[in-house]
């Protein structure tokens, strides 16, 4: 589902429709939890290069699936970021 905050939703309903017909409504993931029915599409490569619209780059997933995946994707980021140095080192003043 696209986001309802006022953001510019990644994937039009136009759009949506036409990768879950392509991928016969079936998740694409079928992780642990996939419930098998595709209701949402999800963008297989998020760095936002040149193919980040193309229809290649996105794929029919069940919501539990997406869910997963977008949860293992901030992980990772987080991670990296982490290795970088670029959180906070020192606590909150609020929080001591």
Not at 19 to 28: A, G, N, T
Not at 64 to 80: D, F, G, L, P
Request: include cysteine; charge should be positive; proline fraction near 4%.
């Amino acid at each position: 589902m696209a986001w309802e905050n006022g953001n510019k939703p990644h994937t039009t309903s136009k759009e949506r429709e036409r990768i879950l017909s392509r991928d016969d409504y079936r998740c694409q993931i079928s992780g642990p939890r996939c419930t098998g029915v595709a209701t949402e599409v999800d963008h297989i490569d998020n760095s936002r290069n040149s193919n980040y619209w193309r229809d290649a780059n996105k794929r029919a997933v069940c919501s539990a699936c997406h869910k997963a995946e977008t949860q293992r994707e901030a992980a990772e980021a987080r991670a990296v970021r982490k290795a970088r140095g670029l959180f906070p080192v020192e606590r909150h003043p609020g929080l001591v």
